[in-house]
C-alpha cells in the first residue's frame, strides 16, 4: 500500500527511496547461514520540498497501515 502512495507522490516530485535492514543481536540465522532482519526502515526523500518521510517496519505480518509505521529520523 505503501508504495502506491509512492507512486501518487512521485507524479508531484521525484523521490529518493533507500531501505535500511536492521539486524538486532537477536535476529533469526538460517541453516544457510542467511540472516533475516528484525526491521526494514524506509526512508523517502521529497526532492522539491526537501522533505523526509520515514516508515520502521517489523519483520512480521502487519496487523496495521503503513501510515501507523511513521517514525521521526534525523537526517
Partial sequence: MLE????VWDDSEN???????????????LPTGGH???DMVKHIYFEKSKKWRCFDFPNVKPTKGWEE???KHIH
Fill in 4 to 7: 502506491e502512495k509512492e507512486r
Fill in 15 to 29: 523521490l529518493t527511496v533507500t531501505v535500511e535492514l536492521v539486524f538486532k543481536n537477536d535476529h533469526k540465522i
Fill in 69 to 71: 509505521h511513521e517514525v
Fill in 36 to 38: 533475516v532482519p528484525n
